[in-house]
C-alpha cells in the first residue's frame, strides 16, 4: 500500500512541474494553490491515509508529504514573485503625455520616384520591375546596340560572372515586357542603373533612371512629345521653359531631348538643362 501511495505522490509533483510552467497571472497562480494545496487537492487527501499504515511506515510517508508540500509551497512563493516583478517593470502611468518618435522621411531620390509614377499611373502606365544583373542580349543586342559599341567596353560596364553585367540602364525591362505581354503596353519601368563613370556632378557609378514604352496602334511622335511636356510641366511647373529637340540613339528612331530652362537667381543667367531622352 506504501509503494502505491508514495507512487502516486511522485505522479502529483510531475503534474504539478507542468501546470506551474504555464502560470502567467495572479488567477492562474491562485487556482493551482487550490488545485494542490487545497482543501480537497490530491495531496491533502493522502493525509488520510496515515492512520491506515502500520507505525513503522507512518514516517516515510509524513517525510514524503511534508517535503513534496513544502516544495510546492515553495515553488508556488517563487512565482508570485516572478509575477510581481514583471508587474513593477510594466507598470506604465497611462496619463503622463506619450512620447513623439521621429518617422523620418523619404529620400528625394524616392519622392521624385514617387511623383513620376504617381503622373504616369494616372496616364494608365504600369509600373514594371526588372534584375539588375542582366546579361548581354537584353542589355545590348536587343537594344541595337552593336558589339564594338563603345559601352560595351570594359571600361564602361560592370561585367560579372557567368556572362552576367550589372544593367547599364533600365531598358531590359522593356524588352522583358514585350515579351511576355501583348500590345496595347503602356509601361514605366523605374530603377537602379550601374556604369563605370568617375563620380562628379552630372556622373555616378550608380544612378537611378525611369524609362517607358508604349506599344498600341495609331500611336505617334506627337502623342510622346505632349505626354512628356505635360510630364516637364507636372514636375517643374507650367511656367517652365521647355525644349524638344532632335538627338541620337542607337534604339530608337526617330529620337529626341527634352530641356529645361534653368536660371540662375543670383546673378539672372540660365542655362538649358537635359532632363530626358526619348
Known sequence: MLSKILDDLDEIKAKFEIDSNVVDDDKSLENLRIKYLGRKSALTDTFKYMGKLPNDQKPVLGQKLNVLKNHIQDRLDHIRQDLNSKTQKINIDLSLPGQDFFLGKKHPIMQIFDEI??????????????????????????????????????QDTFYLQNELLLRTHTSPVQ???????????????????FRKDTPDATHSPMFHQVEGLVVDKNTSFAELKGILLAFARYMFGPESKIRFRPSFFPFTEPSAEVDIWWKNKENGSGNWLEILGC
Do not use: V, W
Not at 135 to 141: A, H, I, R, S
Not at 176 to 187: D, L, V
Open 175 to 193: 524588352i522583358r515586357t514585350m515579351e511576355k505581354q501583348q500590345p496595347p503596353i503602356r509601361m514605366l519601368a523605374p530603377g537602379r542603373c
Open 117 to 154: 509614377k504617381d503622373f504616369f499611373t494616372s496616364l494608365g502606365f504600369t509600373i514594371e520591375l526588372g534584375r539588375e544583373a542582366e546579361n548581354d542580349f537584353y542589355n545590348f543586342e536587343a537594344l541595337n546596340i552593336p558589339p564594338d559599341h563603345p559601352s560595351r567596353d570594359m
